[in-house]
């Protein structure tokens, strides 16, 4: 995160005082820096390095076309979930032969999209998904590339809400159904089973359950093979950790040492999905304090910024660090809430705080993942600007939101 610190008492993003962005564009505002993106990416690229290997970005984690596009002109790839997310990142200028496509519920107007665009893989969540597919692809004249998902039954140790892997969850296809369906799928006109795939979970701060986990999925794809399928892709998921607080995570080069034998034993084209690794720590928000007060035994920080903004912490419960602009602000103990109408909108409870005054900005950390892409409307709020540096420059990638925004779309019907 050296991207973002301090120098000569002022808080910076690459080249950028965040005073100066603060003023600029005003508050609550998220600043992505550049750097730290490709950064990121490098590490990863190169953490594979020895091996046949794509690092998809994914696209949940950030939409940003300017963060797609710094990272899609770096060659990275893009992990999708949605119609939505195809149309942003082939905007963003992904080549589509770099776009997987995940989810349980893609509809078959997506299905469409995804095969229009020839994308690398569908991975495929379920046997109705396949059959679907086959139809649609059928419907089209094409044949779709696949990899099954597989669901391998094993707790990612993350939280309840970010694991994916565990025998009762939503995800994948059971690892014991996976083989038999492989088989199904060979007899299908219009799917071509290329790969394998996997995610257990987000924000792993232990590589045991990743490990596990690949021992199971890679011994599918030899028992693929030995069935006679082609494996050409094996995606291990995404999921990697980064440092919120004071979390010890393992990096890229001790998640591929640990994991290469069983990737070697693929033989296959590895492809990672990871999206918090690349922007988690590559942005932050800013947001200013309105009013100061007291409240029973407590003191609040009250914030321009709320749950709609970020909602990690009041979601997850999520540490986000809280920094002062001006490096000798000194500390108090307190809560920085929103001013949404909930007692569950907070960005940090019952911390050391910088003892900022009204009208101060904050910078809330590590928010350039699940940011500003989970953030709403809600309370008729429009929603912050986002803004990206690279050196001494930067630019408005999004503009705030205004009032006339927030009613985009709707229609008062006739009757009335
Ligand atoms: N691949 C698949 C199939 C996924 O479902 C996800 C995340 C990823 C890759 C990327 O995971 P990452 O590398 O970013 O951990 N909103 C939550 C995180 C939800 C993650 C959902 N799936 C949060 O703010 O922590």
Known sequence: ??????????????GVALSEIARGVGTPAYVYSRAALEGAYRELD??????????????????????????????????????????????????????VFAGVGKTGEELTSGLGER???????????????????????????VSLRVNPDVDAESHPAISTGNEDSKFGVPLAEAAALADHAAGLRCVELVGVHQHIGSQMTRLDPLVNSLKKTTDLVAELKSRGHEI???????GLGIRYNDENVP????????????????????????????AGNAGAMLTSVVYRKRSGHKSFLVADAGMNDLLRPSLYDAYHEIRALKEDTPPTTA????????????????RELPDAAEGDALAVM?????????????NSRPRPAEVMVSGDRWAVVREREHNADLVKGELVPAFL
């Not at 995160?1 to 690459?14: A, N």
């Not at 690398?120 to 679907?132: D, G, K, M, P, R």
């Open 366 to 378: 590590s928010a350039g993942a699940y940011g500003f892409a989970m953030s709403s409307n809600y």
């Open 1 to 14: 995160m050296e991207e973002f610190g301090y120098r000569g008492g002022e808080l910076y993003c690459e």
């Open 232 to 238: 050409r892709y094996f995606n291990m998921g995404g």
């Open 119 to 145: 994308i690398l893989t569908f991975n495929v969540e379920s046997a109705a998904e396949l059959e679907q597919l086959n139809e649609t692809a059928a419907r089209y004249g094409k044949k779709a590339r």
């Open 251 to 278: 990096g890229p080069r001790e998640l591929v040492e640990a994991a290469r034998p069983y990737l070697e034993s693929t033989g296959a084209t590895i492809i990672c999905e990871m999206g918090r690794y690349m």
């Open 46 to 99: 190169e953490a594979f390095s020895g091996l046949d290997h794509l690092v998809c970005f994914a696209v949940k984690a950030n939409g940003n076309l300017a963060v797609l596009r710094t990272l899609a002109s770096l060659g990275a790839g893009a992990d999708i979930v949605s119609g939505g997310e195809l149309y942003r990142a082939v905007r963003a200028g992904f080549d589509p032969k770099k776009i």
């Open 335 to 350: 809560d920085l809430v929103g001013p949404v109408c909930e007692s569950g909108d907070f960005l940090a409870q019952g």
